[in-house]
């Protein structure tokens, strides 16, 4: 396992000033308990930021790594010193919340995240995810025996450099939907690795909400991160249970993943805003929801600040109407 990868006082305060002093550090409520108004509370970064059930606070706009390897995420990019850059964006623009995952490349995004950002502020929270693997062809198979996993979480650990991962989601289903079947023995290996101090928080990945209630009889679950966007909306109700028990939803694919998006009604709005599509697909997400945070991908440092600017657009009533009959 590598080093803590936390900062000293003083290493933070160097870091803060680099940071141009836009970071907020996380707070913890001891209590756990959450009302509505605390689901948001007051940043200075566009969307604000939502506090996990555990006592962690977020910023909604978080950002996807998946991006930053090569071409079908795997391998390496073909210009790492601009990963490198836009990480260090995301970053400057206060962002605290990076998803990633050590089987993309696979071990490629994770050492460019520890290469830009390490020794990392403390502000920041990287979640990754476990229970899939690479092979020769590119493919993402399963990998959930106890070993698969808690190798898994090893790996994550000794290519990001930290003694213990922020977030560990355990993936369930394949890239589109939730595949059926018992969690309870992958979920209880997670467990454990957070007994043993190696994990802080739990969320699962690509479950059903018969997943997610099994998981949480075995520990608590802060995150549920399925596949959802503006024309994906299998998930409405589970978006909105989720809310009511303060657990955060973090839709993958949010701008359509490997099929970006494309509709009328979003170029119709995005047309009157004087915006992207994308920017409005990204909006409507941080407005249906306040427990929605989200982790656009991108390797671009133009896109990556396009999206952080889409959490300023206020959609109306109607635009959002015209909105959610894409999904229907
Ligand atoms: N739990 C899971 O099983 C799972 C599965 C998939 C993904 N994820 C996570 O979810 C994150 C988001 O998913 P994703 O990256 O696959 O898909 P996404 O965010 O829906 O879309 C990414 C695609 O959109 C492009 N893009 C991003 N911003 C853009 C903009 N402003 N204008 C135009 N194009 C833009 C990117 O290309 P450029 O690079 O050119 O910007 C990339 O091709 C991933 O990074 C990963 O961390 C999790």
Request: one cysteine or more; glycine letters at 10%.
């Amino acid at each position: 396992m590598g080093h803590a990868g936390r900062l000293s006082h003083a290493s933070r305060s160097t870091v803060r000033r680099r940071l141009r002093g836009r970071h907020r550090s996380c707070d913890i409520d001891p209590s756990g308990v959450h009302s509505d108004e605390e689901f948001m509370s007051d940043s200075t970064i566009p969307g604000g930021t939502f506090t996990l059930l555990s006592g962690v606070t977020l910023t909604r706009m978080g950002y996807g790594a998946m991006q930053l390897a090569g071409p079908h995420v795997f391998g390496p990019p073909a210009d790492r010193e601009a990963a490198v850059a836009v990480l260090r964006d995301v970053i400057d623009a206060g962002v605290t919340h990076i998803d990633t995952s050590d089987y993309y490349g696979p071990h490629v995004t994770n050492r460019i995240i520890k290469e830009a950002l390490y020794p990392y502020p403390d502000s920041l929270h990287l979640a990754t995810k476990v229970g899939a693997r690479r092979d020769e062809n590119g493919g993402w198979p399963h990998a959930r025996t106890p070993d698969e996993l808690r190798q898994g979480v090893y790996d994550n650990l000794e290519n990001l450099g930290l003694d213990a991962m922020d977030i560990v989601n355990l993936r369930v289903g394949g890239f589109s939907r939730p595949e059926d079947g018992s969690i309870e023995e992958p979920f209880t290996v997670l467990a454990e690795l957070q007994q043993e101090g190696l994990i802080r928080h739990l969320g699962v990945s690509t479950v059903s909400a018969q997943q997610i209630a099994e998981a949480q009889a075995i520990a608590p679950v802060v995150c549920v991160q399925n596949f959802y966007n503006i024309a994906n909306r299998q998930d409405d109700e589970l978006v909105d249970s989720l809310a009511a028990q303060g657990i955060a939803y973090v839709p993958y694919f949010p701008l359509g993943g490997f099929t970006p998006l494309q509709s009328d009604a979003l170029g119709a709005v995005a047309a009157r805003h004087g915006v992207t599509p994308m920017a409005v697909a990204l909006a409507w997400l941080l407005q249906r929801s306040p427990n929605i945070l989200l982790i656009p991908g991108t390797s671009s440092s133009q896109h990556f600040r396009e999206n952080l600017a889409s959490a300023t657009l206020t959609l109306s009533r109607e635009d959002v109407a015209e909105l959610d009959a894409i999904g229907v």
